[in-house]
């Protein structure tokens, strides 16, 4: 009976959230571990089938890299990245978009789909959801010397979002799974970074939360341990003094801009952890690191 009781505890925690979170939009960027594990695939697609038949909405966008890189393998092309970037050139982008909305994409429905949920899949082709135009990419040079333009081909940024298209999927109890491909003015096809699609689409979208899958435990102070909280201006300090690196910077990034476009927090957490988003969303305190906005 005391094991009983403390499973119905565990509902009690969750229900203030359950409440707050009811018919708001959650945008979750899926990648990393948590996408080529058998068990962690497995506990993600069963935390967002629950997370809709308790009336939230989540909307997945999900990345796909490694895939793209083994398939390119196999095809005898060379996989090369300038300042973390995929360079995508026409042939690239082909098998990029076979590889997220010919394959990873249906992989992620066809799952969602077997424990109960009703995911459609969709690319930001579809509906025009994702207008895009080419990423302008610089770096700096030593010196005086200026920026170096960087030509990743054809990489883009997100230019607008039709909402509207996932909205309505929301309210027909449909669970959008989204690729980040994008279509530009003159219907050319743009490769776009998946966090960068997700930090756009939670604003559009007027979401409550941007959560971020990654395969850290979430932001780590200079002697690495975990920061559970801080504000925009604190995590903007924290690349400016060299803490953060690697692919956490743009990461961060996102988030820091969600938030500012209006979302109320985004979480960067540890995908490998099992129900990773469930442990997130309804427990009292959360497993990675949350992003608010600074104070005023």
């Given at each position: ?102 394959k990873v994409n249906k992989e992620i429905v066809a799952l969602i789909n077997q424990h109960g949920g009703q995911a459609v ?176």
């Amino acid at each position: 009976m005391k094991e009983l009781i403390e499973k119905a505890n565990v509902l009690i925690e969750a229900l203030p959230w359950m409440r707050q979170f009811y018919r708001r939009s959650i945008v979750i960027k899926y990648g990393g571990h948590a996408m080529v594990d058998e068990d962690l695939k497995q506990s993600f697609a069963q935390d967002i089938v629950l997370l809709k038949y308790v009336g939230i909405n989540p909307v997945v966008v999900h990345g796909g890299g490694p895939q793209i890189g083994k398939t390119l393998e196999r095809l005898g092309k060379e996989s090369n990245f300038r300042e973390g970037m995929r360079v995508t050139d026409s042939e690239t982008m082909d098998v990029v978009e076979m590889v997220l909305v010919g394959k990873v994409n249906k992989e992620i429905v066809a799952l969602i789909n077997q424990h109960g949920g009703q995911a459609v899949g969709l690319s930001g082709k579809d509906g025009r959801l994702i207008q895009a135009r080419k990423l302008h990419l610089y770096s700096d040079q030593e010196g005086d010397k200026p920026p170096e333009l960087i030509d990743l081909g054809m990489v883009g940024e997100v230019e607008t979002i039709q909402a509207e298209v996932i909205q309505t999927l929301e309210a027909s109890r449909f669970i959008p799974v989204i690729a980040p491909v994008g279509v530009g003015a003159q219907g050319e096809t743009y490769n776009i970074n998946a966090d960068l699609v997700a930090g756009k689409l939670a604003p559009a979208l007027k979401a409550t939360k941007l959560i971020l899958l990654t395969d850290v435990p979430g932001v780590l102070d200079a002697d690495g341990n975990l920061i559970s909280s801080l504000d925009t201006a604190r995590a903007a300090q924290l690349i400016e003094e060299g803490i953060l690196t690697g692919g956490m910077i743009p990461k961060v990034r996102c988030a820091i801009e969600a938030v500012n476009d209006g979302v109320d927090k985004a979480h960067i957490i540890d995908g490998r952890v099992e129900h990773a988003v469930l442990l997130e969303i309804f427990m009292d305190r959360g497993i990675g690191t949350e992003i608010v906005g600074s104070k005023k």
